[in-house]
């Protein structure tokens, strides 16, 4: 367990995600947690574990910060709501993007389609591998606006970052100069941006906006959700930014070659993970939304047109 001041850093573990785990944070003073982790009992052995190591416990915690509801994030608030009294703290948004696991289901069919995706064996699929890719659902939380404090003494400061997440926040304490990142920055990946057809947003836009909200605070550590804590902000945002820049060139060199569906551009772009012909079908499926978000930026800049033929989305310029 690392220590930053009040600040006490926990690992919770994730089961069968790549990431291993999400990186919770304490503040002893304030009784207060930042972000909880996926559910498992690994994951609830291992937050009860380390709380008592920074002198605490369960029921001893008076206030949970989501940054978003992303399962590997709240996935723990039931427990929770179970061995404690604390309040769960979301920002208001989250409680227009919860979504159903039955809606979910025929959202991800019609989007498999109009993506151009051709498997005949994505159904199957999608009843296995659906189950926990919802939500948290959000209306008994209290909800948190831009610019809010967490405390009365104004340490903690609520910034909205949408973007990764509609609803996502990161948490400035100004005291220690510490930014609480969420997944908004991390400092090797690029959080996952991505779009799905019921959504009439523009999240890269969003992404970037948020990126340049944080850029120039005054911050001398980073602590993210995941991977390991970092300095040096400006310069993983600017990196950050020159990524998305990249991408979107890419992307209009793509479809200058001939009107394309998002399935057929993704699998020509450069993917960090794996190449497109090894990646797994939901994978797959994830980087055609990612796609798809960078695709809407362009078309809504002028860069690119959209048209729908036959229920498919193609882009050219």
């Known amino acids: 367990?690392?220590?930053?001041?009040?600040?006490c850093q926990f690992k919770i573990p994730l089961i069968r995600n790549p990431l291993k785990y999400t990186l919770t944070y304490f503040i002893k003073s304030q009784n207060t947690l930042i972000d909880l982790g996926g559910e498992s009992e690994e994951a609830k052995d291992a937050l009860k574990r380390q709380l008592l190591a920074a002198d605490s416990s369960l029921s001893k915690i008076e206030k949970v910060v989501l940054t978003h509801l992303h399962r590997d994030h709240s996935g723990l608030t039931n427990y929770l709501k179970e061995n404690s009294n604390a309040t769960i703290y979301t920002h208001y948004v989250s409680r227009n993007y919860s979504i159903e696991n039955n809606d979910l289901k025929e959202l991800i069919l019609k989007?498999?389609?109009m993506f151009g995706e051709n498997s005949i064996i994505f159904p199957k699929i999608i009843l296995h591998q659906i189950q926990n890719k919802s939500s948290s659902r959000s209306e008994a939380y209290v909800s948190l606006n831009d610019n809010d404090y967490l405390d009365s003494d104004k340490r903690f400061q609520v910034i909205w970052t949408p973007g990764h997440a509609p609803e996502h926040i990161c948490i400035y304490d100004n005291q220690l100069k510490i930014?609480?990142?969420?997944?908004?920055?991390?400092p090797r990946i690029t959080p996952h941006i991505s779009l799905h057809i019921n959504e009439k947003t523009n999240p890269l836009k969003d992404y970037i906006e948020s990126l340049e909200k944080i850029k120039k605070l005054d911050i001398k550590l980073v602590l993210p959700?995941?991977?390991s804590e970092f300095k040096d902000l400006e310069k993983r945002v600017e990196g950050i930014e020159k990524h998305h820049l990249s991408r979107l060139e890419e992307i209009k060199d793509t479809v200058r070659?001939?009107?394309?569906?998002?399935?057929?551009i993704s699998s020509e772009l450069s993917w960090k993970s794996s190449p497109w012909g090894f990646m797994p079908f939901w994978i797959k499926h994830m980087a055609a939304c990612e796609t798809y978000a960078h695709l809407i930026y362009l078309r809504n800049r002028g860069d690119i047109y959209e048209s729908i033929k036959n229920g498919r989305l193609y882009y050219k310029i």
């Open 257 to 264: 070659k001939g009107e394309k569906t998002v399935h057929q």
């Open 1 to 7: 367990m690392k220590q930053f001041g009040d600040i």
């Open 179 to 186: 930014l609480f990142s969420g997944d908004h920055v991390l």
């Open 111 to 113: 989007e498999f389609y």
């Open 225 to 227: 959700a995941h991977e």
